[in-house]
């Protein structure tokens, strides 16, 4: 029982560790220091881009980069850079996410959503800039000595969020919800959930895992199995999420819940009930277990990441 404590608290103070860096640096990224070739930082943009990507998240992305990292021994300071980056597209992903033409929330990480603290333009132009910002961080010579490493990266993290992986996703998701049908709801089969969730949620994630091997030039069995990890890890954050919106409340969860099923939404839940899912949930952790035997003890922490993902309530 003590292990079990352990292993939880262990995981939580790394959690915890890169959530108050990525804090930092993005604050730094994101302060009044003007770089070459700026002309200025209008005022009410950076505002309304601190809004969308200071102050809350867990930081799980980061944390994966961060983590992957540790594996081949990455300097921190570089795995934080392709951290930051990978959040600001996932930051940028949820205040679009959030406008009205979207999915119109109100509530966004316990807080107002960008449009409601601003106004749509100005949430629109935050999520350009937080997008466009991504890949300056990730073209940085902080980032990684390497160009082709840089580069690697760049190309990556481009198809994470492109046209084949989240907007793609989303791109299906507002389809299936009928918005461009005369509101006729599709009913979305098992595998086109996965296909689905695994560009929209998924990809993103998987980046995180694959991030700390690209940057620590691993041997493609290492990248391999960290891209099954993040494979298996994205499909279980979804499932969680699912549950999430169906069992969890507004307060805890920092969002609206129950907008899946009022909507019609094709969701894991929807298609394999909420026992199954559950049942889906455990086999995954197990899977992410599996893929991880190649890095002996040093996988514990992203087992413990595998486990926290299925289990977490927020
Ligand atoms: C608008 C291009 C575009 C894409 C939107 C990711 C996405 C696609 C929409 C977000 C909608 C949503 C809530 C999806 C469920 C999964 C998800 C990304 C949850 C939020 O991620 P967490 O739990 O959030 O890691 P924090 O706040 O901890 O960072």
Redesign the pocket.
């Known amino acids: 029982m003590s292990q079990v404590i352990d292993a939880a608290a262990t995981f939580r103070q790394r959690l915890d560790s890169v959530a108050a860096d990525t804090e930092a640096l993005l604050g730094m990224l994101l302060g009044d220091t003007m770089l070459p070739e700026e002309r200025a930082r209008p005022k009410r943009l950076m505002d309304a881009m601190r809004h969308v990507a200071l102050g ?6 980061p944390f994966l980069v961060v983590e992957t990292g540790v594996l081949f021994e990455v300097p921190r300071a570089r795995t934080l850079m392709a951290g930051a980056a990978l ?1 600001c597209v ?10 009205p033409a ?2 119109n929330d109100d509530l ?2 316990g807080r107002p959503t960008a449009h409601k603290q601003f106004d749509e333009a100005t949430a629109i132009l935050a ?1 350009d800039g937080l997008l466009t910002l991504a890949f300056d961080i990730l073209a940085r010579n902080e980032t990684h000595p390497n160009p082709a490493v840089r580069a690697e990266l760049v190309l990556a993290l481009a198809r994470g ?1 492109g046209l084949g992986g ?2 793609g ?3 299906l ?1 507002l389809a299936a919800e009928g918005r461009f049908d005369g509101g006729k709801v599709q009913k979305l089969g098992a595998a086109e959930v996965k296909q689905l ?1 695994a560009m ?2 998924g990809a ?2 998987r980046f995180g895992c694959l991030a700390g091997a690209i940057l620590g030039e691993a041997d493609p069995q290492q990248r391999e199995a960290l891209d099954r990890y993040g494979s298996v890890l994205g499909e279980a ?2 499932i969680a ?2 549950l999430l919106d169906v069992e969890g409340d507004a307060a805890t969860v ?2 609206a819940t129950g907008k899946d099923a009022a909507v019609g939404k094709g969701t894991f839940v929807s298609v394999l009930g909420v026992d199954q899912a559950k049942a889906r949930l455990k086999a995954l952790v197990g899977e992410a277990e599996d893929a991880l035997a190649p890095f002996g003890r040093d996988g514990d922490i992203l087992k413990m990441a595998a486990r926290f993902v299925a289990e ?1 309530k ?1």
């Open positions: 809350g998240g867990k930081r799980l992305r959040e996932h930051c940028y992903s949820l205040a679009h996410d959030d406008l979207m999915d966004r990480r999520g969020a989240m907007v996703g989303q791109m998701d969730q929209k949620t993103l994630l954050f979804q999420d699912d920092g969002k977490r927020a």
